[in-house]
């Protein structure tokens, strides 16, 4: 692999000598696979018992695991079940590191294609919500797809600029994470296209971009809320040199210390202005961690913390086809069946956003319950995705190596061991894949045209 000049002489200065070779001997080791368990849905340990293929934890993310590049896990069905997230590993750990609880109001400002967004609201536990938002609207559709994909009820995701945002959402977020668009050098071991756009682009390309960025977002933050700005690149200019632009923006932040793993370099003040707090961000190199390079530094805002949380109005003023309320009634599930919206013969079950969303690109807001269509309700592939098998009575509940799986990840019809009659919610060991509609032990399939086994 060849590495442009400029950056080698860039990463001499930041490195000794002796680290330098070290950076330069990692590109000939094989670059490592990550996956993150979704606890949304299963625990660590539980995965452990069940995965098909060897995996070994990541030590300094709890439920994060390395896999072998040969055990391709994204055509397993546990994959269509959501049970884990394809992510590599030191991007891992931005989303690990801020402290989400649940009911927080959470905003990832950068956030397709879903790996840090997928974590975030994991962390929620259902309460609360996300709003995930990307600019780019076809990667914002593949944010949605892996935000539904991991049953993800209280999302609101939305393809926006950040200005807009900042117009709507003035010092509401508790959290919100950044992982900006940079110049990506701590990539290039793992794709080596991003060298091109290295060479085209350079450093000073992005720090005006990024210096946007957090600035509106700052304007989000609420008093007593927490930012985590990451990238994953080496250069100051993008890293210490922009949380140094944020202390200067906003005097009332504070870089506070995270979680420390072995492995982490501490920030560099003499690559900025000198700060000591800077030593609280914390630098990946992947000369010393097994995984590609990246940055991260956390903020506190301080002052008085609201006490408001963001709450959902109940009661409507309009009637359901009977079908639908049945249907959602059957669900073993404490939800309030009033607080369902009809928009253009979809059910939405809206999130508790608390703002005026007129005028935004949303590509979700909230649950995408099913379609209603002259009287009749179709469930959509979102609601199965967060029901757990007991919550629906009419379950087909396959192996992991029953064919009919495989079948229905592709689209087919298939059969089932006994009648059955109505929707049916398709499990793998357990856990949803989506519905199909049964007639006797024929079962047609409804799984999402767009997600299907290729």
Known sequence: ??????????????????????????????????????????????????????????????????????????????????LYYLQEPSAMTPAWELPIEPGDRVLDLCAAPGGKST???????GKGILVSNDISNSRAKALLKNLELFGIPNALITSEAPYKLAERFQGYFDKILIDAPCSGEGMFRKDQAVIRSWIEHGNDFYVKLQKEI???ALQMLKPGGMLLYSTCTFSPLEDEQIVQFMLEQDPSLELVEPVWYEGFDHGHPEWADGNPDLTRCVRIWPHRMKGEGHFLAMVKKHGETPLERAGRSSGRNETFPEEMESFLNEIRRKWDVSEVELRQEKAMLPPPADRDLKGLRILRSGLLLGECRKNRFEPSQALAMTLKKEEFGNCLDLSRDDVRVIKYLKGETIEADEPMKGWVLICVDGYPLGFGKAS????KNKYLAGWRWM
Not at 119 to 125: D, H, I, N, P, S
Not at 440 to 443: A, E, K, N, S
């Open 1 to 82: 692999m060849e590495l442009p000049v400029q950056f080698l002489e860039n990463m001499k200065e930041l490195l000794s000598p002796e680290e330098y070779q070290a950076y330069l001997d990692s590109y000939q080791e094989e670059r490592v696979y990550g996956l993150r368990v979704n606890t949304n849905k299963i625990t660590p340990e539980e995965f452990e018992t069940i995965c098909p293929f060897p995996i070994k934890r990541i030590p300094w993310i709890p439920n994060g695991y390395y896999y072998e590049g040969s055990s391709k896990p994204a055509k397993d069905p546990y994959y269509f079940a959501g």
């Open 119 to 125: 974590e975030l609201v994991a962390k929620l536990k």
């Open 214 to 216: 957090v600035s509106y």
């Open 440 to 443: 006797g032990t024929t079962i």
